[in-house]
């Protein structure tokens, strides 16, 4: 990171020798026996000095050590985590440097960390100076997490002027905090004495005690008695004077030391007190000199707080308190100048580069257009993806609504706040009112276009073809080197087309985006692109490429970022959907058993949501828990309905209701369940070209065809699946094409085709088997199963592998149906035979129907008698009728009336 600066990770150096604190030092030996350390006084308790006494003491042999100085623009979580990987990846592990990318969202950042730490043998200890400067929720929460969730070996070492809320309770229980608040810091006498005893006038006992009595023992009033002293301050003035709180006190010391200075020397004092980093070049600005070097140079061996920053005395800075002091002082006495060299500052900073300080320093300047111009000049809202949202915020804070409004670039940063914040109605008001506006150049009319798609995009609005094609448009009038802009515009495109159903167009937005992102290092989006390209990959039916997109990305992630982040869930829940359709059901579950979990503790999105949820209710029912299922989709919808995921509720209740039809619920409570959800509706977008939800509108249409095929509706549904079959054939659906042709197999079937049947499901098969895709024809075995057994038993031409492949679907329905079971007493295939005989037919007669033998037949009524308790078929049928209205197996074409009694089977 070219904007942070070095010294933070190391710690500071300061003027002269400071006081040898034994005491304390002892207490933080003992910090690697506890989990958090935490020092927590007020300004000026010698926290920094203490810890790095205690640094410089430490074995680093033995010990890896990480050190970070936090400072005001630490609060914007992104920004903190980066500046943390750096501090972690800085230390030495066994001699060798450890990396961490500096481009990672928080959770993925935790995750690296602590990933990294695991292979750390010896003890870590980081040490977190200056926390209170970073005091917001987020950074609170990530800390927690990372005390929390860092390995045994790690310790924590944390000062503050604030009693931070990081879980001190719960650690204290467990014996695993360690506490130094300010009356521990408190100078001693001794360490009063010695300090005090530096200057040429000696004080005596009863003078000291009268100073350590009124100041309370705070070390940096001390310091400054000593040095009043030092500078030549009346003794007796100094003693008797000593009174009031201890800002006054501060106040009245400061005017001793600064008063003492030469007039020129306490001007350049003043007005370089207002930066909180110095160098000369600044120094010559603010002070018209160009001896700014030499100046810094003379001030730190006149002692007047000012120490340098690093061994290499390239930055220099006051002591925050003194030096906070003299900027209240200053605005106080001379507004004017105070804020001409505020705006000064900021034109420097923004000349640099350097944003935040700038917009920090034209806020301090009270002048609201120059405010606004500087954040103009930074890049509008251009500042927010790059990590600098809260900037953008506190500048925003600062200007009426007439000036963002006049400049377009600021209001666009206002939109995309908004929309960061989840307030899409209020961005809509704003953005549309901007886009009134006419005039505007083409660059500013670009970044329109920009951040209108992406409040689009968080809308979910409907995108046509034509839309899309005209964002492809917008990208080529895009800076080729503007690879944040362009890469997040490529990749929300490719999602777009994804989404749309229009899968070769995806591809390529995609990959450009892969580009741009491998063009400024970021290893985290780059995986985000590889999962959509395995899905678009997937969708096409090309799915053994999509698995190895995955497992690259899997190892990238592992490498990365750990095997158990937020990346490696997403991605692992991608995994089970693949291994679930190649009926690799066991590797499937176990890989969803930790990442689904995982995912409900952290952030991901519909389509990996939609993965998940349903493979587990899928593996689930396949196995008969059918109840364990319904609670995984009740899941799904709850997180829905927290996160406001529309598609993915609609995806839930219409997953629900195949769950019916595939796995033996009455058509009935199938048919209610439709209505509840208004199925017809969805449907009917199909053929729409830009519907809200196209993956709920295939599932809707997809869903209401089985609903047709078991109620009877052959005709109905067959035409229905035709304008599902020219759909995906348009958009070379190919996964889609599978599911389309076991269902019409089975409608053919009915209607009596049975050679345009047995076409059908042969393009299934021939789609499917060459990319190991199983698990369709062993979940749909409703409609598989007599298609299947023509398919077997037909006289067509040797095909070894298609013939195996058979062999394991069958092998599969058939296991499935001796596993499930149908009114939690019988499996599927005993429930099939209970079925007929309540309708009257002989076992020769059961055993045409459902294309067995007649021993076969006889084998499972045993079972069936067995569990119902009878000896005879009329006893069976008489309790079967009383107990269970049972469901009408595959081989059952339609129910004809009132008594569904079957009119027509096979």
């Given at each position: 990171?070219?904007?942070?600066?070095?010294?933070?990770?190391?710690?500071?150096?300061?003027?002269?020798d400071?006081?040898?604190?034994?005491?304390?030092?002892?207490?933080?030996?003992?910090?690697?026996?506890?989990?958090?350390?935490?020092?927590?006084?007020?300004?000026?308790?010698?926290?920094?000095?203490?810890?790095?006494q205690?640094?410089?003491?430490?074995?680093?042999a033995?010990?890896?050590?990480?050190?970070?100085?936090?400072?005001?623009?630490?609060?914007?979580?992104?920004?903190?985590v980066?500046?943390?990987?750096?501090?972690?990846?800085?230390?030495?592990?066994n001699?060798?440097?450890?990396?961490?990318?500096?481009?990672?969202?928080?959770?993925?950042?935790?995750?690296?960390?602590?990933?990294?730490?695991?292979?750390?043998?010896?003890?870590?200890?980081?040490?977190?100076?200056?926390?209170?400067?970073?005091?917001?929720?987020?950074?609170?929460?990530?800390?927690?997490?990372?005390i929390?969730?860092?390995?045994?070996?790690?310790?924590?070492?944390?000062?503050?002027?604030?009693?931070?809320?990081?879980?001190?309770?719960?650690?204290?229980?467990?014996?695993?905090?360690?506490?130094?608040?300010?009356?521990?810091?408190?100078?001693s006498?001794?360490?009063?004495?010695?300090?005090?005893?530096?200057?040429?006038?000696?004080?005596?006992?009863?003078?000291?005690?009268?100073?350590?009595?009124?100041?309370?023992?705070?070390?940096?009033a001390?310091?400054?008695?000593?040095?009043?002293?030092?500078?030549?301050?009346?003794?007796?003035?100094?003693?008797?004077?000593?009174?009031?709180?201890?800002?006054?006190?501060?106040?009245?010391?400061?005017?001793?030391?600064?008063?003492?200075?030469?007039?020129?020397?306490?001007?350049?004092?003043?007005?370089?007190?207002?930066?909180?980093?110095?160098?000369?070049?600044?120094?010559?600005?603010?002070?018209?000199?160009?001896?700014?070097?030499?100046?810094?140079?003379?001030?730190?061996?006149?002692?007047?707080?000012?120490?340098?920053?690093?061994?290499?005395?390239?930055?220099?800075?006051?002591?925050?308190?003194?030096?906070?002091?003299?900027?209240?002082?200053?605005?106080?006495?001379?507004?004017?100048?105070?804020?001409?060299?505020?705006?000064?500052?900021?034109?420097?900073?923004?000349?640099?580069?350097?944003?935040?300080?700038?917009?920090?320093?034209?806020?301090?300047?009270?002048?609201d257009?120059?405010?606004?111009?500087?954040?103009?000049?930074?890049?509008?809202?251009?500042?927010?993806?790059?990590?600098?949202?809260?900037?953008?915020?506190?500048?925003?804070?600062?200007?009426?609504?007439?000036?963002?409004?006049?400049?377009?670039?600021?209001?666009?940063?206002?939109?995309?706040?908004?929309?960061?914040?989840?307030?899409?109605?209020?961005?809509?008001?704003?953005?549309?009112?901007?886009?009134?506006?006419?005039?505007?150049?083409?660059?500013?009319?670009?970044?329109?276009?920009?951040?209108?798609?992406?409040?689009?995009?968080?809308?979910?609005?409907?995108?046509?073809?034509?839309?899309?094609?005209?964002?492809?448009?917008?990208?080529?009038?895009?800076?080729?080197?503007?690879?944040?802009?362009?890469?997040?515009?490529?990749?929300?495109?490719?999602?777009?087309?994804?989404?749309?159903?229009?899968?070769?167009?995806?591809?390529?937005?995609?990959?450009?985006?892969?580009?741009?992102?491998?063009?400024?290092?970021?290893?985290?989006?780059?995986?985000?692109?590889?999962?959509?390209?395995?899905?678009?990959?997937?969708?096409q039916?090309?799915?053994?490429?999509?698995?190895?997109?995955?497992?690259?990305?899997?190892?990238?992630?592992?490498?990365?970022?750990?095997?158990?982040?937020?990346?490696?869930?997403?991605?692992?829940?991608?995994?089970?959907?693949?291994?679930?359709?190649?009926?690799?059901?066991?590797?499937?579950?176990?890989?969803?058993?930790?990442?689904?979990?995982?995912?409900?503790?952290?952030?991901?999105?519909?389509?990996?949501?939609?993965?998940?949820?349903?493979?587990?209710?899928?593996?689930?029912?396949?196995?008969?828990?059918?109840?364990?299922?319904?609670?995984?989709?009740?899941?799904?919808?709850?997180v829905?309905?927290?996160?406001?995921?529309?598609?993915?509720?609609?995806?839930?209740?219409?997953?629900?209701?195949?769950?019916?039809?595939?796995f033996?619920?009455?058509?009935?409570?199938?048919?209610?369940?439709?209505?509840?959800?208004?199925?017809?509706?969805?449907?009917?977008?199909?053929?729409?070209?830009s519907?809200?939800?196209?993956?709920?509108?295939i599932?809707?249409?997809?869903?209401?065809?089985?609903?047709?095929?078991?109620?009877?509706?052959?005709?109905?549904?067959?035409?229905?699946?035709?304008?599902?079959?020219?759909?995906?054939?348009?958009?070379?659906?190919?996964?889609?094409?599978i599911?389309?042709?076991?269902?019409?197999?089975?409608?053919?079937?009915?209607?009596?085709?049975?050679?345009e049947?047995?076409?059908?499901?042969?393009?299934?098969?021939?789609?499917?088997?060459?990319?190991?895709?199983?698990?369709?024809?062993?979940?749909?075995?409703?409609?598989?199963?007599?298609?299947?057994?023509?398919?077997?038993?037909?006289?067509?031409?040797?095909?070894?592998?298609?013939?195996?492949?058979?062999?394991?679907?069958?092998?599969?329905?058939?296991?499935?149906?001796?596993?499930?079971?149908?009114?939690?007493?019988?499996?599927?295939?005993?429930?099939?035979?209970?079925?007929?005989?309540?309708?009257?037919?002989?076992?020769?007669?059961?055993?045409?129907?459902?294309?067995?033998?007649?021993?076969?037949?006889?084998?499972?009524?045993?079972?069936?008698?067995?569990?119902?308790?009878?000896?005879k078929?009329?006893?069976?049928?008489?309790?079967?009728?009383?107990?269970w209205?049972?469901?009408?197996?595959?081989?059952?074409?339609?129910?004809?009336?009132?008594?569904?009694?079957?009119?027509a089977?096979?």
């Amino acid at each position: 990171m070219h904007d942070v600066i070095a010294a933070k990770f190391d710690p500071p150096v300061w003027i002269g020798d400071q006081i040898h604190r034994a005491h304390l030092l002892s207490i933080l030996n003992r910090a690697l026996s506890y989990r958090l350390t935490l020092i927590h006084a007020p300004a000026g308790y010698g926290k920094t000095s203490l810890l790095a006494q205690w640094r410089d003491n430490l074995d680093e042999a033995s010990l890896s050590i990480a050190w970070l100085t936090l400072e005001r623009d630490d609060c914007d979580l992104k920004r903190l985590v980066k500046c943390l990987s750096i501090a972690v990846q800085r230390r030495e592990q066994n001699g060798k440097r450890q990396t961490l990318s500096g481009d990672l969202p928080p959770r993925a950042a935790l995750s690296a960390i602590i990933n990294n730490l695991s292979c750390e043998e010896r003890p870590f200890i980081l040490i977190l100076d200056d926390l209170h400067h970073a005091d917001s929720q987020p950074v609170s929460d990530f800390l927690k997490s990372l005390i929390r969730m860092a390995p045994p070996n790690c310790h924590f070492v944390l000062a503050s002027r604030d009693n931070p809320a990081l879980g001190q309770s719960v650690l204290a229980a467990e014996e695993q905090l360690l506490e130094i608040n300010a009356q521990d810091l408190k100078f001693s006498a001794q360490e009063a004495e010695t300090l005090l005893a530096r200057g040429d006038k000696s004080l005596a006992k009863a003078d000291i005690g009268k100073i350590l009595d009124r100041t309370e023992g705070w070390p940096i009033a001390l310091q400054l008695t000593s040095l009043s002293l030092k500078r030549g301050a009346d003794r007796q003035s100094v003693i008797e004077q000593y009174s009031g709180s201890g800002a006054e006190l501060a106040r009245y010391l400061s005017d001793q030391v600064l008063m003492a200075l030469p007039e020129d020397t306490r001007e350049i004092v003043i007005r370089t007190s207002l930066l909180d980093r110095l160098n000369g070049e600044i120094v010559n600005l603010l002070c018209d000199r160009q001896d700014g070097w030499i100046v810094l140079e003379s001030l730190e061996q006149q002692g007047v707080f000012l120490s340098p920053v690093s061994f290499e005395k390239r930055e220099y800075r006051y002591h925050q308190l003194f030096a906070q002091f003299l900027r209240d002082r200053f605005e106080r006495s001379d507004t004017v100048k105070f804020a001409s060299l505020q705006r000064k500052i900021a034109n420097w900073y923004a000349e640099q580069g350097a944003v935040a300080d700038a917009v920090n320093h034209a806020i301090l300047a009270d002048d609201d257009a120059f405010l606004a111009d500087i954040l103009v000049e930074a890049g509008g809202w251009r500042v927010i993806p790059q990590g600098m949202q809260s900037v953008v915020e506190r500048a925003l804070s600062k200007l009426d609504k007439t000036i963002i409004q006049s400049r377009p670039r600021l209001a666009l940063a206002h939109v995309y706040l908004l929309i960061k914040h989840g307030e899409l109605g209020a961005a809509r008001i704003e953005f549309d009112r901007l886009g009134k506006e006419a005039d505007f150049s083409a660059d500013l009319r670009t970044d329109i276009r920009v951040v209108g798609d992406t409040l689009a995009d968080y809308e979910n609005k409907p995108v046509s073809l034509d839309d899309l094609i005209a964002r492809e448009a917008l990208l080529r009038k895009l800076p080729a080197n503007d690879h944040l802009v362009l890469a997040h515009i490529s990749e929300t495109l490719g999602a777009k087309y994804f989404e749309g159903g229009w899968l070769e167009r995806a591809l390529q937005p995609t990959l450009a985006a892969r580009e741009h992102y491998h063009a400024f290092g970021s290893i985290y989006s780059d995986i985000f692109t590889r999962f959509l390209e395995a899905r678009i990959k997937r969708s096409q039916g090309r799915s053994k490429e999509a698995g190895t997109i995955l497992e690259e990305a899997w190892q990238a992630i592992v490498e990365n970022f750990g095997a158990r982040s937020d990346l490696a869930a997403n991605c692992a829940a991608f995994q089970a959907e693949q291994l679930y359709e190649e009926d690799r059901v066991a590797e499937a579950r176990e890989l969803i058993g930790w990442a689904l979990p995982h995912m409900e503790q952290s952030d991901a999105w519909v389509d990996v949501y939609a993965a998940a949820y349903l493979t587990d209710a899928r593996a689930l029912a396949g196995e008969g828990a059918l109840e364990e299922a319904g609670a995984v989709i009740a899941r799904a919808r709850r997180v829905a309905s927290r996160r406001r995921l529309r598609q993915l509720e609609l995806l839930a209740a219409i997953f629900e209701i195949d769950l019916q039809l595939l796995f033996g619920a009455e058509r009935e409570t199938a048919r209610k369940a439709a209505a509840t959800v208004n199925l017809d509706h969805y449907a009917d977008m199909m053929m729409e070209e830009s519907p809200l939800y196209r993956p709920v509108v295939i599932a809707a249409s997809l869903c209401r065809v089985r609903l047709r095929l078991l109620a009877g509706e052959c005709q109905d549904a067959m035409e229905e699946l035709e304008r599902l079959r020219s759909w995906a054939n348009q958009r070379g659906a190919g996964r889609l094409l599978i599911d389309i042709n076991i269902l019409a197999a089975y409608g053919h079937r009915m209607l009596g085709a049975a050679a345009e049947s047995r076409s059908c499901f042969d393009e299934a098969v021939g789609a499917a088997m060459f990319q190991d895709i199983m698990r369709p024809f062993i979940d749909a075995r409703r409609f598989v199963q007599l298609c299947l057994s023509d398919a077997t038993t037909a006289d067509t031409p040797v095909d070894r592998f298609r013939d195996q492949f058979l062999k394991s679907i069958e092998k599969s329905i058939n296991a499935c149906r001796n596993n499930v079971t149908v009114l939690g007493v019988f499996s599927e295939a005993e429930a099939e035979v209970l079925y007929y005989l309540k309708l009257g037919y002989s076992n020769k007669e059961i055993a045409r129907l459902i294309g067995m033998s007649p021993d076969t037949v006889k084998y499972r009524l045993k079972s069936v008698f067995k569990k119902m308790g009878v000896s005879k078929r009329r006893d069976a049928v008489r309790i079967s009728a009383e107990r269970w209205n049972l469901p009408a197996p595959p081989s059952c074409t339609a129910v004809k009336n009132a008594d569904d009694k079957i009119a027509a089977c096979d």
